[in-house]
Nanobody, 127 residues
Framework: QVQLVESGGGLVQAGDSLRLSCAAS????????MGWFRQAPGKEREFVAG????????AHADSVKGRFTVSRNNAKNSVYLQMNSLKPEDTAVYYC????????????????????WGQGTQVTVSS
């Protein structure tokens, strides 16, 4: 069964750090690019970061570049999002996603390029 489960969200103060984790079944993540998206109240879901199936390439949205880092551990079927220097505008539900295509080595930035989604984890940053 396809499954993605995020964890690690919470309530923090501005300037703090959080590390989000996404645990995937081997069938879900194997060979697929993985992405992190977020959705703030009243806003559309947006791309945050992505990583290719072998971890060789990553991409980060301009709004988080230099503060967030995406990584993966294929031996553990897990993807991570290290978030440093958090700001109130980072407050959102964060989602992990697995790409439709496999073994392509392509970084995907659009929601429509992802087939599988987790349930999301809330990150709240107070000022």
């Amino acid at each position: 069964q396809v499954q993605l489960v995020e964890s690690g969200g919470g309530l923090v103060q501005a300037g703090d750090s959080l590390r989000l984790s996404c645990a995937a079944s081997a069938r879900t993540s194997s060979g697929r690019s993985m992405g992190w998206f977020r959705q703030a109240p009243g806003k559309e879901r947006e791309f945050v970061a992505g990583v290719t199936y072998n971890g060789g390439r990553t991409a980060h949205a301009d709004s988080v570049k230099g503060r967030f880092t995406v990584s993966r551990n294929n031996a553990k079927n897990s993807v991570y999002l290290q978030m440093n220097s958090l700001k109130p505008e980072d407050t959102a539900v964060y989602y992990c996603a697995a790409s439709k295509s496999s073994w392509s080595g392509t970084l995907y930035l659009r929601e429509e390029d992802y087939s599988y989604w987790g349930q999301g984890t809330q990150v709240t940053v107070s000022s």
